[in-house]
């Protein structure tokens, strides 16, 4: 292998993910600029019999990317490739990162149709994870997938669509990093539109009991329930045209909400409960009164990413939509009957239904339902307690949050699991791309 061609190398030290749950040391850490380093990078990992995994922005909550093998980063591999205004397709490079899309997309006059409320990501580990937002009418980010360029374990490069090989392009947009390494996503995007945010405090069983037909009159509907309180903050946005006039509030108001009470103030609050658990309840309840922010207007990427500065883990669970009341009830129940103490609210989203195999919205009208837990407490018994009284309504675990669900379930949830693990077979036969944990979660 000539000099030139191998990717840039930084040195081996331990990595953790964002909430700090997950870690590890690869044997080596790659940092490829060109398409060309990438399949050096692949064609390196074969010949030395090293398994390589490829790294987003390290926000996944559970184990995807961790490897003793060769870790490759896609820092160095971002930006804009082509964007086309009047069909509204644009090609990103895979490590381009969700916070920078907006910029880049402005002169096109093009945004994302949808994005969550973290934007740290890249956008291969965002389609590779199932990362989406809240809204009826929306996808995740992998249903907006419209074709991939792919750099496969062997070294070869292909590019896939539904006309091109449509097996592997349907494994691939949702694949986990174990179909190959994502060099380049084209994506359905929208003409420019900004949002107007607003948000109210209201009783839990009013705005539960609303949610489902509030999200078919609404754009983007989402709530924040406290548990063992009785109230929700109701988070709503509007889509409005690209030249609507700015409201932001003052910057004494939004210094105020974000940085002093949203990070600041709540991160010595959960502290302290995280010392003295008895707290957790009386911090749950200030907080449920004084979660929501201000009415807002401004560019749609400005409204939709919040600043998260106070870790935590979190498990996120899809399932059809009309099981939503009856989730909420069992959850309270259970809540009350263990005496749960947690600080950070169950965040309640929607999607459309996709045609996405692994996508927690394959095939039905999905509610979400994530629960957080302060990154100092201990995370597994709450979030298991919350994954074992949602299996009755056939959740689907969100792929890059907590969970400990293994193949054998999950092929029962997901009806194209086995056609995703053949195409995986045949991509990758030698496993390079796989770990321990993800054979533990495909079954090989």
């Known amino acids: ?22 870690r590890f040391t690869p044997h080596e850490i790659l940092a490829p600029t060109s398409e060309d380093e990438v399949t050096a990078a692949l064609r390196e990992a074969r010949s030395r019999g090293l398994p390589l995994r490829v790294i987003g922005g390290g926000h996944s909550f559970s184990p995807l990317v961790a490897t003793d093998g060769l870790l490759l980063t896609l820092d160095g591999y971002q930006g804009l490739v082509r964007a086309d205004q009047a069909t509204g397709l644009v090609t990103l490079r895979g490590g381009t990162r969700l916070w920078t899309v907006a910029e880049l997309l ?17 956008i291969a580990g965002a389609i590779q994870t199932g990362t989406h937002g809240t809204g009826a009418r929306f996808t995740g980010f992998a249903g907006t997938v419209r074709a991939l360029r792919i750099a496969l374990p062997d070294g ?13 392009f349907e494994a691939a947009r949702l694949g986990l990093g174990t179909i190959g390494v994502i060099l380049e996503v084209t994506l ?9 945010l607003v948000e109210t405090t209201r009783p839990l069983d009013e705005a539960a009991g609303e949610f489902l037909a509030t999200c078919e009159s609404e754009d983007h509907h989402e709530i924040f329930w406290f548990p063992r309180t009785d109230r929700a903050t109701v988070r709503t946005m509007r889509r409005l045209p690209a030249d609507a006039p700015r409201e932001r509030p003052s910057r004494a108001a939004e210094l105020l909400q974000r940085k002093v009470l949203g ?3 709540w991160e010595m609050l959960c502290r302290a409960a995280a010392l003295a658990p008895p707290l957790s309840r009386p911090v749950a309840e200030l907080a ?18 919040a600043p998260r500065r106070v870790r935590f883990h979190e498990s996120e669970w899809a399932l059809p939509a009309e099981h939503l009341e009856a989730a909420l009830t069992a959850l309270s129940a259970r809540f009350a009957a263990e005496d749960v103490r947690v600080t950070f609210p169950l965040e309640i989203r929607r999607a459309a239904a996709d045609d996405v195999w692994l996508s927690t919205a394959f095939e039905r009208e999905t509610v979400y339902i994530a629960a957080h837990r302060y990154h100092r407490e201990e995370a597994g018994p ?11 309504f056939g959740a689907r675990p969100h792929w890059g949050k907590m969970h400990w669900l293994v193949a054998r379930e999950l092929s029962r949830l997901y009806p194209r699991f086995e056609d995703f693990r053949a195409v995986r077979r045949a991509a990758d036969p030698d496993g390079q791309l796989m770990t321990p944990a993800l054979r533990h979660l495909l079954g090989a």
């Open 188 to 196: 359905q995007c929208v003409p420019a539109y900004r949002l107007e």
């Open 106 to 122: 402005a002169p096109h006059g093009l945004a994302l149709e949808t994005m969550g409320d973290i934007d740290r990501q890249s």
């Open 288 to 305: 449920s009164h004084v979660f929501a922010g201000p009415r807002t207007v401004d560019d749609s990427a400005a409204v939709y990413a």
């Open 263 to 265: 990070n600041g103030a």
């Open 1 to 22: 292998m000539s000099p030139s061609r191998r990717p840039r190398t930084d040195r081996p030290r331990p990595r953790r993910n964002w909430s700090g749950a997950v």
């Open 156 to 168: 070869s490069v292909l590019d896939t669509s539904p006309a091109r090989d449509r097996d592997l």
């Open 382 to 392: 709450y979030l298991l307690l919350v994954q074992r009284t949602l299996a009755d």
